[in-house]
T-cell receptor, first 114, second 109 residues
Framework: GAVVSQHPSRVICKSGTSVKIECRSL??????MFWYRQFPKQSLMLMATSNEGSKATYEQGVEKDKFLINHASLTLSTLTVTSAHPEDSSFYIC??????????FGSGTQLSVL | TQLLEQSPQFLSIQEGENLTVYCNSSSVFSSLQWYRQEPGEGPVLLVTVVTGGEVKKLKRLTFQFGDARKDSSLHITAAQPGDTGLYLC?????????FGTGTRLLVSP
């Protein structure tokens, strides 16, 4: 079946540094990718929708300058958390929509900001 | 903002018991999906329901989509410890998937 690879699975960084998370569709082309954030014991909150070759669409309340999204190709989208702070610590999950409209999820990235 | 409220938020039961999880919204969705998520992993799709009133069965799991396509339920028969996890409903609207508030299920042996 279709696989979405998310890397890294876990990252610990110091406050003020930037962290890049990659989301790759391994065996299909993803017309659209989505980025979610999940705090402990909570549900997934959609952060932004990423379309290849165009600017990402951010959900209300999500700072686009804080969470930079680049969807450079049909198989790769990246989320960069800039100047990370402890409150950005969370589980970040991407998903990719294939041409047949099916949606596949990555395995998530646990970000811990010290 | 579209909200999907799940109830209960947390459920702790004994092996063999039955349970139902509800997913309610004031919005209409073109489809509704149910996922199960383990700690530290991405959600795994269980089922997609599309038609109002649709009922789908997956072994001991029964999923129903409301007639108005605003709500859904998940019924588990004879729960097993392996059913433990976070259950999430998610509604598809305007090409986006919005997740419910989640139901954490714990099934004890």
């Amino acid at each position: 079946g279709a696989v979405v690879s998310q890397h890294p699975s876990r990252v610990i960084c110091k406050s003020g540094t930037s962290v890049k998370i990659e989301c790759r569709s391994l065996d299909f082309q993803a017309t659209t990718m989505f980025w979610y954030r999940q705090f402990p014991k909570q549900s997934l909150m959609l952060m932004a929708t990423s379309n290849e070759g165009s600017k990402a669409t951010y959900e209300q309340g999500v700072e686009k300058d804080k969470f930079l999204i680049n969807h450079a190709s049909l198989t790769l989208s990246t989320l960069t958390v800039t100047s990370a702070h402890p409150e950005d610590s969370s589980f970040y999950i991407c998903s990719a929509r294939a041409v047949n409209e099916k949606l596949f999820f990555g395995s998530g990235t646990q970000l811990s900001v010290l | 903002t579209q909200l999907l409220e799940q109830s209960p938020q947390f459920l702790s039961i004994q092996e063999g018991e039955n349970l139902t999880v509800y997913c309610n919204s004031s919005s209409v969705f073109s489809s509704l999906q149910w996922y199960r998520q383990e700690p530290g992993e991405g959600p795994v799709l269980l089922v997609t329901v599309v038609t109002g009133g649709e009922v789908k069965k997956l072994k001991r799991l029964t999923f129903q989509f409301g007639d108005a396509r605003k709500d859904s339920s998940l019924h588990i028969t004879a729960a097993q410890p392996g059913d433990t996890g976070l259950y999430l409903c998610a509604g598809e609207s305007f090409q986006k998937l919005v997740f419910g508030t989640g139901t954490r299920l714990l099934v004890s042996p």
